[in-house]
């Protein structure tokens, strides 16, 4: 997976419990952002994105938090199974200059569901 | 859901090969991207590619070249093979230039020997 093991944040919960998994961002022009997983030996799977217009944006057993004023960007998982065992990263991007929706990603957390 | 599949899983090629990694998507998306992922400095952009015929560095082009003949089919071509580009290569699609996430394929694991 993305950075594998090397110094990434770990997170460990019990099956059955919510997780919460923060991303810091620097560019204040950011204005799209996404969460992906990454299972062992798999490429990046997308799970939610939000655009900087919304705070808050649900899917199924997801929710994507959103605070512009500090830069920050939480993914929380409810009710965490063992699959959802991953490392988990997000990502942005904005509509200027070069980056032509060029993504910018995190290094990663990993999250470890113990059953 | 999109598919993007990468031909191989995992590949060993020599010093100073030229090696291809080929990349196709079914979805039709305009734009389509090469990353290498690395432990410890994850996602880096090669090349991406936002219409046939059409290509642009990433912020690590050196030693690489890509090549987009259909829009379904983006391959990335490493002229001669060194050590160093020894890695995780993921190709990705996206459907708009903007406001849309990458699709990504399940990567190549390289090895350079």
């Known amino acids: 997976g993305e950075s594998v093991g090397l110094h990434l944040p770990t997170l460990s919960v019990q099956e059955g419990d919510n997780s919460i998994i923060n991303c810091a961002y620097s560019n204040s022009a950011s204005d799209y952002f996404i969460w992906y997983k990454q299972e062992s030996g798999k490429g990046p799977q997308f799970i939610i994105d939000i655009r900087s217009n919304m705070d808050k944006r649900q899917g199924q057993r997801v929710t994507v938090l959103l605070n512009k004023t500090v830069k920050h960007l939480s993914l929380q998982i409810a009710a965490t199974q063992p699959g959802d065992s991953a490392v988990y990263f997000c990502?942005?991007?904005?509509?200027?200059?070069?980056?032509?929706?060029?993504?910018?990603f995190g290094q990663g957390t990993i999250l470890t569901v113990h059953p | 859901d999109v598919k993007v599949t990468q031909s191989s899983r995992y590949l060993v090629k020599r010093t100073g090969e030229k090696v291809f990694l080929e990349c196709v998507q079914d979805m039709d998306h305009e734009n389509m991207f090469w990353y290498r992922q690395d432990p410890g400095l994850g996602l880096r952009l090669i090349y991406f590619s936002y219409d046939v015929k059409m290509k642009e560095k990433g912020d690590i082009p050196e030693g690489y070249s890509v090549s987009r003949e259909k829009k379904e089919r983006f391959s990335l071509i490493l002229e001669s093979a060194s050590t160093n580009q020894t890695s995780m290569y993921l190709c990705?699609?996206?459907?708009?230039?903007?406001?849309?996430?990458?699709?990504f394929g399940n990567g190549t694991r390289l090895t350079v020997t």
């Open positions: 990705a699609s996206m459907l708009e230039s903007y406001n849309s996430p990458l699709h």
């Open positions: 990502a942005e991007t904005y509509a200027g200059g070069t980056s032509y929706g060029k993504l910018t």
